[in-house]
């Protein structure tokens, strides 16, 4: 290990684990980055493609990035497209728009390998970073603080570190290592729901140039109560759409004619404009994907490890936060770095106690929010595929957005600086606010705290309805009564 610097060992070069390195970087420690697969900025532009989800960037996400590199988040940004609501698709091919915010604040549509590039070309303007892929991790030993790794195309070898991260996924190797030292609740959990992408290509203006096919800024849903159909849009004009249904509904779609029909019972608009060949190429060829859920705890051993971002909470795409979460991640472990002064100077003896309690802390600031943010992400899928077409959903829609007028707006920007800071600061929810804005646009709200504020309206919402259900109740009765009285049908004493 160099004696002048601390190194510490990231294992996963995702999006997450790119932007855990840069700030690693710029806090002065050795990075040592390393990842199982090809680097992406030279692999096959199709490599990624039909495995993940767009990505929709909020609020939590942005902030994250502009407290590890505002200059980075920026350029970023430009990439990016934005979407202010949803736009909801019905079966007769009508569309309704259904706006994020009153203050027009939106998502950020962008592709994961975009996003994952940039940060890469980032990270190569820093000497202190050793980006390392085709390198799968072996072996981890935590006493001795090292690690065993094989290249694709040599013998394994070790490597030590000070401290190592794991940021490499859902099937997390670094995790399994940490559960044979770490008493790790580990729960895992499929759900019995797959996803298949399917590509919208760019239309033709009437130039001859490429042009979207719907409306860019939204994200656009084809709700079918036990399944739906979603689309964001992409710089060059196409869509990358994403079908959503029970694995048991997509086991019966053997056959071209059967997917075809299919479609056109349940997306008739949407395969005019995909393409009814195009459709069934991609429903044909791209993979079947299952979706996962993974809680655990503690998230942390020692002084020696910490795993974040997918290794720790992998969880459903329908609140559209695992990335975001991911990047929070990063910013609460920085935050928390800098306020139990860890260093990146060695240090003499073999613990470091403050970076021990740098790491506990992490684990007990993130445990509830990980699990709230999972079961929101769950519950959320059930709003997009059904309750977005109910008169109930829409009925809460408006009275949030009547109640939330009297509550101060805070946007994501005005608060950055206090979250480089703190990991939230306190009494941040003031005023009613409706669950998707604390969740999507106010990063100083934890996850924990924006769900618990949200039962707590929800109830208050259930006692005003049931108060006027039974006022409505007893006005009627009373004047059944004084009708009854006034033809006789009841005798007056």
Sequence with gaps: MSDSTRRVLIV??????????????????????????????????????HRSVNLAISSRGITAMEVIDPGMTARLLEGAI???GRMIHTRDGKQESQLYDRHGQHLNSMGRGLLNQVLLEELSHYSTVNLHFEHKLIALDFDHKSAIFKPSDSDS?????????????????????????????????????????????????????????IDP???????????????????????????????????????????????DRQFPDAVELIGREAMLDDFERNPRSSLMSVKAYPYHH????????????????????????????????????????????????????KLARALEEYSRVRRDDLLAIS????????EMRHHVTTPLYRFRRVVDGLLSSLAPF?????????????????????????????????????????????ERQTRTLDFCGYLAGATAMGATALGLWRLALANGVLPRK
């Design 12 to 49: 996963g070069a995702g999006p997450v684990g790119c932007l855990t390195a840069l700030s690693f970087a710029k806090m002065g420690w050795q990075v040592d980055l390393y990842e199982a697969r090809p680097d992406i900025r030279l692999a096959d532009p199709t490599a990624m493609a």
């Design 82 to 84: 934005p979407m202010k």
């Design 157 to 213: 070898f070790e490597v030590t570190f000070d401290l190592c991260i794991g940021t490499d996924g859902s099937y997390s190797l670094v995790r399994r290592q940490m559960m044979r030292v770490v008493r790790m609740d580990f729960h895992q959990e499929y759900i019995p729901h797959d996803y298949v992408e399917l590509h919208m290509a760019p239309g033709v203006d009437k130039d001859g140039q490429p042009t979207f096919r």
């Design 217 to 263: 800024n939204h994200l656009h849903i084809w709700p079918r109560s036990a399944f739906m159909l979603i689309a964001l849009p992409n710089k060059d004009k196409s869509f990358t759409c994403t079908l959503y249904a029970p694995t048991a509904e997509l086991d019966t779609l053997k056959t071209r004619e059967q997917v075809s029909a299919w479609f």
């Design 302 to 353: 020692k002084d020696r490890a910490v795993i974040i971002g997918d290794a720790a909470h992998a969880m459903v795409p329908f609140y559209g936060q695992g990335l975001n979460c991911g990047f929070e991640d990063v910013r609460v472990l920085t935050t928390l770095f800098k306020s139990f002064a860890v260093e990146a100077m060695p240090l003499k003896g073999d613990e470091d106690d």
């Design 375 to 382: 079961d929101l992400a769950m519950y959320n899928y059930l």
């Design 410 to 454: 805070v946007s994501g920007s005005s608060v950055t600086e206090v979250l480089s800071r703190v990991p939230f600061p306190a009494k941040a929810a003031r005023g009613w606010l409706p669950l998707y804005t604390m969740v999507t646009f106010r990063p100083d709200i934890n996850y924990a705290t924006a769900k618990r504020r949200a």
